[in-house]
T-cell receptor, first 115, second 113 residues
Framework: AQSVTQLGSHVSVSEGALVLLRCNYS??????LFWYVQYPNQGLQLLLK??????LVKGINGFEAEFKKSETSFHLTKPSAHMSDAAEYFC?????????????FGSGTRLSIRP | EPEVTQTPSHQVTQMGQEVILRCVPI?????FYWYRQILGQKVEFLVS????????KSEIFDDQFSVERPDGSNFTLKIRSTKLEDSAMYFC???????????FGPGTRLTVT
């Protein structure tokens, strides 16, 4: 069974500040991990994914995430927040090639950017 | 860039009516999925479909739901008799490989009154 837990339903940072969105996962098989972003009234856009290659994954819009097996974490970071980063962010896990690969989503973290 | 499309973008229906949500996956993809997101909640897996049959379904996907790939391009989700609690955003996704990246459509907002 797989699950993800996102710590903090709402995070607020100042423009230009570091963004850190936390995600912990649980998986009985080597996981594939994802971060998706959802802007208001829009669909899901893939920010980045971890598929058992490099543990530091770089994505779009300056975001990156580091897979830490010892901590079962996959936190999302961005060095300097921009107003356009305000959105809902979902961490997600799948069983990768070993399973039917449904994606299990976390509850989401709403990111707000203060001017 | 190829993308998943969904129609309609918004569907309003009365309780007890049947609805069909349509999706056109990316053309060379083989794996298809439906997810839903009730307003303010997380995205939930409904069903996966491969080789013209259901691969996996969640407990949400009861007998009121069905999926079909009626031709080479469309993938549909049918809700036979809608309930108020079926009101949600429904996302279609497709993947070219088992375990590969899933590409999501923009969603259909279903409102049951």
């Amino acid at each position: 069974a797989q699950s993800v837990t996102q710590l903090g339903s709402h995070v607020s940072v100042s423009e230009g500040a570091l963004v850190l969105l936390r995600c912990n996962y649980s998986s009985s098989v080597p996981p594939y991990l994802f971060w998706y972003v959802q802007y208001p009234n829009q669909g899901l856009q893939l920010l980045l994914k971890y598929t058992s290659a490099a543990t530091l994954v770089k994505g779009i819009n300056g975001f990156e995430a580091e897979f830490k097996k010892s901590e079962t974490s996959f936190h999302l970071t961005k060095p300097s927040a921009h107003m356009s980063d305000a959105a809902e962010y979902f961490c997600a896990v799948s069983g990768g090639y070993s399973s039917a690969s449904k994606i299990i989503f976390g509850s989401g973290t709403r990111l707000s950017i203060r001017p | 860039e190829p993308e998943v499309t969904q129609t309609p973008s918004h569907q309003v229906t009365q309780m007890g009516q049947e609805v069909i949500l349509r999706c056109v996956p990316i053309s060379n993809h083989l794996y298809f999925y439906w997810y839903r997101q009730i307003l303010g909640q997380k995205v939930e897996f409904l069903v996966s479909f491969y080789n013209n049959e259901i691969s996996e379904k969640s407990e949400i996907f009861d007998d009121q739901f069905s999926v079909e790939r009626p031709d080479g391009s469309n993938f549909t989700l049918k809700i036979r008799s809608t309930k108020l609690e079926d009101s949600a955003m429904y996302f279609c996704a497709s993947s070219g490989l088992q375990g590969g990246e899933q590409y999501f459509g923009p969603g259909t907002r279903l409102t049951v009154t």
